[in-house]
């Protein structure tokens, strides 16, 4: 193709704005064009979305795209994903059905170091192949940004080693990354059986790993699991503070299982979002919309653990936080692949509508990232070309086939640059 293309022959085009997070009644909002529309791309970028009768004339001899009568949106952006696994916890799931909680499996030595184990275990090339499979797994339901987080490594070289597969995996996918070091994701079994030890591995994250995860531009964020067992509200707010002074942007798992602070804490240290949720109160939600602190709300994992409680969106949308969806796609708690999904447990158990579902994918994801306001999440003038087609007669189906793969992601040549 030439570098100007026409995308016609468009049911509906999903605009989401023009960028920016989309907050209470805007996230209802979503711009959509039914009048005949058609989406021209320039080098990459858009540059026009409108009624077809409107297209610059300068694109007249542009290569024609057919959508096939689908509906276009930006191609979704996953806020929240452990990508870098190599091996899958079927026995755990067989666990979880027979009634063993996620607490009770960590104790008997799996979970995360389960994985933990298969990662250190993996030679690169296995590492980065694995890592593609599950990004392109992503991909065919309709990510083009994914979030990806380390935290099966757990020491520094297999730390670097994830990481390094999250960046390299997402060049094979033709994805946009953004990469979350998460090395205080759990305490490796060798730093187990004492205060002591807690505190050398608590040491070793923040003054080797980080610095080399930010040193070498492995990572551009940090992240860590606030909860009980895994790690207190200081040790959260320790690791927190040193990866801000690294230059790492912040968040951080909070209030999944239990009510522990650490939504209050995202807030205190100027997180860019707090992720899971289901336990928070009422003070952290105030703290994070007063601090412009995201919620990405985890619905995958809500179900995919069997928990009676799920993250109350609907409030936290009428409050005015910013709210986003995310997978959190991972061999464990959410071996959920598919953002469509998760938009029906959203809708179907959260208090969201499929409009705001939508968003909490796209504008509000963005935002959550930090990602450049009017280049992703939105199909607007200076916007990145990778769009979704949706075999949907309207934008709210998405939402609505539960578990359905309804999306084609197309890209055109220069998105990423």
Same mark, same amino acid.
């Given at each position: 193709?030439?570098?100007?293309?026409?995308?016609?022959?468009?049911?509906?085009?999903?605009?989401?704005?023009?960028?920016?997070?989309?907050?209470?009644?805007?996230?209802?909002?979503?711009?959509?064009?039914?009048?005949?529309?058609?989406?021209?791309?320039?080098?990459?970028?858009?540059?026009?979305?409108?009624?077809?009768?409107?297209?610059?004339?300068?694109?007249?001899?542009?290569?024609?795209?057919?959508?096939?009568?689908?509906?276009?949106?930006?191609?979704?952006?996953?806020?929240?994903?452990?990508?870098?696994?190599?091996?899958?916890?079927?026995?755990?799931?067989?666990?979880?059905?027979?009634?063993?909680?996620?607490?009770?499996?960590?104790? &008997? +030595?799996?979970?995360?170091?389960?994985?933990?184990? %298969? *990662?250190? @275990? !993996?030679?690169?090339?296995?590492? =980065?192949?694995? #890592?593609?499979?599950?990004?392109?797994?992503?991909?065919?339901?309709?990510?083009?940004?994914?979030?990806?987080?380390?935290?099966?490594?757990?020491?520094?070289?297999?730390?670097?080693?994830?990481?390094?597969?999250?960046?390299?995996?997402?060049?094979?996918?033709?994805?946009?990354?953004?990469?979350?070091?998460?090395?205080?994701?759990?305490?490796?079994?060798?730093?187990?059986?004492?205060?002591?030890?807690?505190?050398?591995?608590?040491?070793?994250?923040?003054?080797?790993?980080?610095?080399?995860?930010?040193?070498?531009?492995?990572?551009?964020?940090?992240?860590?699991?606030?909860? &009980? +067992?895994?790690?207190?509200?200081?040790?959260?707010? %320790? *690791?927190? @503070? !040193?990866?801000?002074?690294?230059? =790492?942007?912040? #968040?951080?798992?909070?209030?999944?299982?239990?009510?522990?602070?650490?939504?209050?804490?995202?807030?205190?240290?100027?997180?860019?979002?707090?992720?899971?949720?289901?336990?928070?109160?009422?003070?952290?939600?105030?703290?994070?919309?007063?601090?412009?602190?995201?919620?990405?709300?985890?619905?995958?994992?809500?179900?995919?653990?069997?928990?009676?409680?799920?993250?109350?969106?609907?409030?936290?949308?009428?409050?005015?936080?910013?709210?986003?969806?995310?997978?959190?796609?991972?061999?464990?708690?959410?071996?959920?692949?598919?953002?469509?999904?998760?938009?029906?447990?959203?809708?179907?158990?959260?208090?969201?509508?499929?409009?705001?579902?939508?968003?909490?994918?796209?504008?509000?994801?963005?935002?959550?990232?930090?990602?450049?306001?009017?280049?992703?999440?939105?199909?607007?003038?200076?916007?990145?070309?990778?769009?979704?087609?949706?075999?949907?007669?309207?934008?709210?189906?998405?939402?609505?086939?539960?578990?359905?793969?309804?999306?084609?992601?197309?890209?055109?040549?220069?998105?990423?640059?």
């Amino acid at each position: 193709m030439g570098d100007m293309q026409v995308i016609e022959n468009i049911r509906r085009v999903v605009t989401c704005g023009a960028g920016g997070p989309l907050l209470g009644p805007a996230m209802r909002e979503l711009g959509v064009l039914a009048d005949d529309p058609c989406v021209a791309v320039r080098g990459g970028r858009v540059a026009y979305a409108g009624p077809r009768a409107g297209l610059p004339a300068e694109f007249a001899g542009a290569d024609r795209v057919d959508a096939g009568g689908r509906v276009l949106t930006t191609g979704l952006i996953d806020c929240h994903t452990h990508p870098a696994f190599v091996k899958a916890r079927a026995e755990e799931f067989e666990m979880r059905i027979a009634g063993a909680s996620y607490e009770q499996i960590a104790a &008997r +030595g799996g979970g995360i170091l389960t994985s933990m184990t %298969a *990662v250190r @275990q !993996a030679d690169d090339a296995t590492l =980065l192949a694995q #890592t593609v499979r599950n990004l392109r797994r992503l991909r065919n339901h309709g990510v083009v940004v994914a979030e990806g987080k380390s935290g099966y490594g757990l020491n520094t070289k297999d730390e670097r080693r994830q990481l390094a597969a999250i960046r390299d995996a997402g060049e094979l996918a033709d994805m946009h990354t953004v990469r979350t070091c998460l090395a205080a994701h759990s305490l490796p079994a060798e730093y187990r059986g004492g205060d002591e030890k807690r505190a050398e591995y608590l040491r070793l994250v923040m003054e080797q790993i980080l610095p080399a995860a930010a040193r070498d531009g492995l990572a551009q964020r940090a992240d860590v699991f606030c909860e &009980r +067992g895994v790690f207190t509200p200081a040790e959260t707010r %320790a *690791v927190a @503070q !040193a990866a801000s002074r690294l230059g =790492l942007h912040v #968040t951080i798992h909070a209030e999944q299982l239990h009510l522990t602070g650490g939504a209050t804490i995202a807030a205190s240290v100027g997180a860019h979002s707090a992720d899971h949720l289901e336990y928070l109160d009422d003070a952290g939600a105030k703290a994070m919309r007063d601090a412009g602190t995201a919620a990405v709300l985890l619905p995958g994992s809500t179900y995919a653990l069997k928990m009676d409680k799920w993250a109350d969106g609907r409030k936290l949308i009428d409050m005015g936080l910013c709210v986003a969806l995310a997978t959190d796609f991972n061999p464990g708690s959410s071996p959920v692949c598919n953002p469509a999904f998760v938009m029906n447990l959203a809708v179907m158990h959260c208090g969201l509508s499929p409009a705001e579902a939508l968003a909490g994918f796209t504008a509000n994801a963005a935002h959550a990232l930090r990602l450049p306001p009017g280049e992703y999440g939105v199909v607007a003038p200076g916007a990145r070309a990778a769009f979704g087609l949706w075999d949907v007669d309207d934008e709210r189906e998405i939402a609505y086939y539960a578990g359905s793969n309804l999306c084609e992601v197309m890209t055109c040549d220069g998105w990423r640059s």
